[in-house]
T-cell receptor, first 112, second 113 residues
Framework: GIQVEQSPPDLILQEGANSTLRCNFS?????LQWFHQNPWGQLINLFY???GTKQNGRLSATTVATERYSLLYISSSQTTDSGVYFC??????????????FGTGTLLAVQP | NAGVMQNPRHLVRRRGQEARLRCSPM?????VYWYRQLPEEGLKFMVY????????ESGMPKERFSAEFPKEGPSILRIQQVVRGDSAAYFC???????????FGEGSWLTVV
């Protein structure tokens, strides 16, 4: 099956710093989403980004589907950015199945 | 506009009991997915359902686990005769269909004692 690898596995930042998280996937995918799981366990949609670049406030994401990777940029990080960041790719299974395969996650801790 | 609603948020069961987790998809969504997150791991796909149909259950354990999405009412994930290894967060998600954003609920945390 498809492999989804994220790097780095964990990251510690000082408040105000910038960071780039990477997601590599081993096969062609239909779509890709980025999620933030906060310390309370909630999963929050960040981006739905099968290709190209999107921006939302301090966050932006770029997916290069032909090269099988996606990047999530966090600028001017805040303590509320702490948590685990997952990328998930949508694969086409048998018949009409569309499901997300999650990456290994990046654990981010932003220190004041 | 309510999002994906899951209940209960937290559930404690003794070994051998049954656990039932419920999920109401977002309004207008007819596709429901269940995922499991074991401690300190990523989310793993379990099952994909549309109204009254199981489309893909390739991620479901072969025994004790079942899921349904009836014509009326929420989707139910049922775990019979729970064991300690079933302790996990169970997330439900919904979408309008293929190629659309998948939205997750806040999860149901099952603890088996």
């Amino acid at each position: 099956g498809i492999q989804v690898e994220q790097s780095p596995p964990d990251l510690i930042l000082q408040e105000g710093a910038n960071s780039t998280l990477r997601c590599n996937f081993s096969d062609s995918v239909n779509n890709l989403q980025w999620f933030h799981q906060n310390p309370w366990g909630q999963l929050i949609n960040l981006f739905y980004i099968p290709s190209g670049t999107k921006q939302n406030g301090r966050l932006s994401a770029t997916t290069v589907a032909t090269e099988r990777y996606s990047l999530l940029y966090i600028s001017s990080s805040q303590t509320t950015d702490s948590g685990v960041y997952f990328c998930a790719v949508e694969v086409r299974g048998g018949g009409a199945t569309n499901k997300l395969i999650f990456g290994t996650g990046t654990l981010l801790a932003v220190q004041p | 506009n309510a999002g994906v609603m899951q209940n209960p948020r937290h559930l404690v069961r003794r070994r051998g009991q049954e656990a039932r987790l419920r999920c109401s998809p977002m309004k207008g969504h007819s596709h429901v997915y269940w995922y499991r997150q074991l401690p300190e791991e990523g989310l793993k796909f379990m099952v994909y359902l549309q109204k009254e149909n199981i489309i893909d259950e390739s991620g479901m354990p072969k025994e004790r686990f079942s899921a349904e999405f009836p014509k009326e009412g929420p989707s139910i994930l049922r775990i019979q005769q729970v064991v300690r290894g079933d302790s996990a967060a169970y997330f439900c998600a919904s979408s309008q269909g293929a190629g659309n954003t998948i939205y997750f609920g806040e999860g149901s945390w099952l603890t088996v004692v």
